[in-house]
C-alpha cells in the first residue's frame, strides 16, 4: 500500500482510540521505506509523544518489569519506558519497533501488551495507539517468524514505495531539488534491493535523505561528493546522480521564469525534470509571499511551453501537492488546463481501463 494510504489509516486509527475503534497496526517493509517515519509523522500532526520500544533490544523481563516482595505476594515494577498518563500524557502512540527482529520470548511477553492493553497489572493508557513495524523474512535482517497468535493481534499493511508521496514529502521537507529531479528522472531508483546480492548501501528512501545532507556537505567539494554519494546510495546510483548534477550547468534561468521573462525549455529529458522540480520548490518557497500567485501564474505558463506536455501535467501536479488547492485559483490555471485537457483525458481512460 502506497504511503499516502498508510498514514491515512495510522491517522484513522490514533483517532479511533478515544472511540473505542482501536486496533493495533502491523507495517510490513524492507528497511529504508519509511515505516518509523510515518509513525512518527502522525505522531507530529496531532502533536503526540511517541514511546519507541525497540523489542529486538529486549529481554521479556524489560517489558514485564522486575518481580518485588511486598508481605506475602510478588508485584512487579513497571518499567519507566512504558507510557504513564502522568508523566507522558494522556494521549500518545506506543511502537513497537524491529518487533519481527525480537526473540520469540520477547514478542510472547508482548501478546498480553498488544492485545489487551496489559502486562500484569500495568494498563496502557486508555488515550494511547499501539503500532508496531518490522521487516519481512525475505529482506535479509534480522527476521523471526511472527508468531500465529502474535499475528492475529493486529491489522497487517505492507509498506510500498510510491514516487508522487515520496516527492510530496521531499518538498514539504525541503530536500534538495536535484536529488528530486535526479529521481523524476529515474523512478526506478527509488528503491533498489535486492536481497539476494545483500548490499550495504543501496537507494532506498531513507538513503536519498542521506545524499540530500551529501549534497549539502560536500557539494562544493567535487572530489568528495561522488564517494559521498555512493556511500549513500550505493555505487552505481551515485555515479548516475553525481553525472545528473554535473549536467545542470545547461538549465535555463530559473529566475526569469519566476519573474515570467523569456526563457528557453531544454531539448534533454533530464534537464526538463531538473527544471520542473527546480520551479515546484520555487513555488514552495513563495507560498507565503504577497507575490506567490504571480509566481504560480509564470511557472503555469512556462508548463504550457514543455514539447512533452506530460512533463507539464508532472509541473503542476507535484505544485499542487506543495502548494494546496490555492493554485487552482491562480488565473493562469485554467488556461494551462485547457491546454492538457486531452492528455489529462487520456490519462484517466486509461486508469479506468
Known sequence: MRPALILAILDREFRGVKNGYHTPVMLWGPP?????????????????????????????????????RTGDVVEWAVPAMMPDE????????????????????????????????RLGEYRVPPGWAIFAAGNRQGDRGVTYAMPAPLANRFSHFEVDTHLDDWVAWAHAHQIDERIIAFLRFRPDLLFDFDPKHNPVAFPSPRSWEFA?????????????????????VGPAAGIETKA???????????????????????????LQ?????????????????????????????????????EMGVMLVSDMQRAVGERLFKTPQFAAWAKSVADVMLFDLRRAAS
Not at 562544493?220 to 561528493?225: A, G, H, M, S, V
Not at 549536467?247 to 526563457?263: K, T
Open 273 to 309: 525534470y531538473a527544471v520542473a522540480s527546480a520551479l515546484v520548490a520555487r513555488a514552495l518557497r513563495a507560498k507565503d509571499g504577497a507575490n506567490a500567485d504571480q509566481i504560480f501564474g509564470h511557472i503555469l505558463d512556462y508548463a504550457k511551453r514543455f514539447p512533452n506536455r
Open 86 to 117: 502522568k508523566r507522558h500524557g494522556p494521549v500518545g502512540i506506543l511502537f513497537l519497533d524491529e518487533i519481527t527482529s525480537a526473540a520469540p520470548t520477547v514478542s510472547a511477553a508482548a501478546y498480553q501488551l498488544i492485545l489487551d492493553r
Open 212 to 232: 540530500h545532507r551529501a549534497l549539502k556537505k560536500f557539494g562544493d567539494q567535487n572530489e568528495l561528493l561522488l564517494g559521498a554519494l555512493q556511500a549513500c
Open 32 to 68: 529504508g521505506v519509511g515505516k518509523s517515519q510515518m509513525v512518527n509523522q502522525v505522531a507530529a500532526v496531532h502533536d503526540a509523544p511517541v514511546i519507541d520500544v525497540r523489542l529486538s533490544q529486549m529481554e521479556p523481563t524489560d517489558l514485564r518489569g522486575i518481580p518485588f
Open 244 to 270: 545528473f548534477i554535473d549536467n545542470l550547468g545547461n538549465l535555463p534561468d530559473l529566475d526569469a521564469i519566476v519573474r515570467g521573462e523569456s526563457a528557453t525549455v531544454p531539448a534533454e529529458t533530464d
